[in-house]
């Protein structure tokens, strides 16, 4: 498939530095965030963990992720049972080597964990000057999504990228 557009959005500055870096891309359905991201993530060589939160319980979207960080970086099962701990995993291991996080509807890991915004702000914190994380949450739920940007919330100042994905227009698909 050819990827037409969207050339100004591509975020290969954060995911080229050495350092942590914490993207939130937002916007309504269907307007191409999770594509973005993946043609992204099939052009890099960074190794990559890509997960799509789901309206479940904290613990069922816990043991998905786990999974997928098994198979991506070839570990046995991991057994982590809270968000908390898989992230603080996800980005010491990013210590050592680049490493790609990304959280497609975060929204639905909002509804399912109470305080997860102040559990990403604090582990962001933690690993700020170690991790080499390129953490990249999506989500389709605009006015969620932006306020995560708000001065009340925790995660504010933490975000080093953030886009508000519109619809792309007339031109920009010729």
Do not use: W
């Amino acid at each position: 498939m050819k990827f037409i557009g969207r050339e100004e959005y591509l975020v290969e500055k954060q995911i080229s530095t050495d350092e942590l870096s914490f993207s939130l891309i937002y916007g309504r359905r269907r307007v191409g965030k999770s594509e973005l991201i993946k043609q992204i993530l099939r052009n890099t060589d960074i190794k990559s963990i890509y997960f799509e939160c789901k309206q479940v319980s904290e613990e069922s979207n816990v043991t998905g992720l786990a999974n997928i960080v098994s198979e991506v970086l070839d570990l046995p099962k991991l057994g982590y049972t809270d968000i908390e701990s898989i992230l603080d995993y996800i980005f010491k291991l990013a210590e050592k080597e680049k490493l790609i996080l990304v959280l497609d509807e975060y929204q639905y890991l909002r509804e399912s964990v109470k305080g997860i915004d102040c559990i990403v702000q604090s582990i962001v914190d933690k690993y700020r000057e170690s991790s080499k994380l390129k953490f990249i949450i999506l989500g389709s739920y605009v006015e969620i999504m932006k306020s995560l940007l708000e001065h009340s919330n925790p995660l504010y100042g933490r975000v080093d990228l953030a886009i508000n994905l519109k619809q792309m227009d007339y031109y920009e698909e010729l």
